[in-house]
């Protein structure tokens, strides 16, 4: 087995990268930021028409990623486009024996990390442009978050008021909420793409992949 090199290791997570990007399956994302912005993002902006009151640019990427439904749906979207993580084929097996077998292991691991931060980034970019000519940038809540429910008692439960709980704006900031807010869905996409990965080296993928969709399951359910 060849011995580990970064830039190997950098260079094949370079090359699955940009295979994972050009792949076809990609237009799942747009559909995804077309759902979040009608089932979320434009119930947010209604909410500060409403009250005549702008949004902080943030909140809609935190009322999407602290959403119960939607912390459902991303990540069965990035399940579904990592659902050949890590592929391997004829050509893969001559490229391993060529590289190394922790070169390529490594690769696999940087893949995952740059395929959620790029993922992540494309939620939060569709959320935040929009807002851009709408919303403010400070480190503190809108009235829209804070004061929506005392305008308006009788809008109380609504979907559009629950998208952003009390327990968010009350206990953190809009930038500690938008950064853990961020990293524990990235640490939970994290946990789906290594579980894809250990069945795979098993050669158990289908496995992996009911287990990571039972994981999801039961995560919303409990």
Known sequence: ???????????????????????????????????????????????????????????????????????????????????DYPKVDTNTVFYIVRIGRANWFVGQILKLVFMIISYLAVIFLGTVLPMLSKGFWYNGWSNVATGFVKMFPDRRGDFGVELLPENLYNQLSVF?????????????????????????LFKRKTMGFIICGGMISLGMAF
């Open 1 to 83: 087995m060849k011995n580990f090199s970064l830039k190997q290791a950098f260079s094949c997570e370079v090359t699955e990268f940009v295979k994972w990007v050009c792949d076809a399956r990609m237009v799942i994302v747009a559909v995804l930021l077309i759902f979040i912005n009608n089932f979320a993002v434009s119930q947010l902006t209604n909410n500060a028409e409403l009250m005549g009151e702008p949004l902080n640019i943030l909140e809609p990427f935190i009322a999407v990623v602290n959403s119960e439904i939607l912390i459902l749906i991303i990540p069965i979207v990035f399940l579904t486009l990592i659902a």
């Open 176 to 200: 500690e909420a938008a950064v853990k807010s961020y990293l524990l869905v990235a640490a939970y996409l994290m946990i789906i793409g290594l579980i894809l990965l250990v069945f795979s």
